[in-house]
């Protein structure tokens, strides 16, 4: 599986892989995320990524999983899991369902996200 890591230290978030346009993927180092509240629709939580592990799906070479350090404007850390796929036009796409990621992937992405300190 090739893969890599990004913290606060690494100059930009951009994994070595291209897609139809030549264009890479970039994870926006500093980037302000939100999530929808579930009990109100018209509230927002921001957040941002802190560090990140990434890894290339062995059976689907054209995905990336990722397990990212996240930190809530006003509600600490947590952890995401998600991915972005190559979609019908070639381009990066964010993965908006539930990752589906092979049992061996995961656990190779989840030890060395836990090497890296991004997952206790």
Not at 57 to 83: H, M, S
């Amino acid at each position: 599986m090739l893969k890599g890591y990004f913290d606060q230290s690494s100059p930009e978030w951009v994994v070595p892989l291209r897609d139809k346009a030549g264009k890479p993927l970039d994870f926006g180092k500093g980037k302000v995320h939100s999530s929808r509240d579930k009990s109100d629709p018209h509230k927002t939580w921001k957040f941002r990524i802190e560090r990140l592990v990434w890894g290339q799906q062995t059976c689907l070479p054209e995905k990336v999983n990722f397990i990212a350090e996240i930190r809530w404007e006003d509600r600490g850390t947590g952890c995401w899991l998600c991915y972005y796929i190559l979609n019908r036009h070639g381009r990066w796409a964010f993965g908006q369902y539930g990752p589906m990621i092979p049992v061996a992937d995961l656990k190779e992405l989840y030890q060395y996200a836990h090497e890296k300190g991004v997952v206790p």
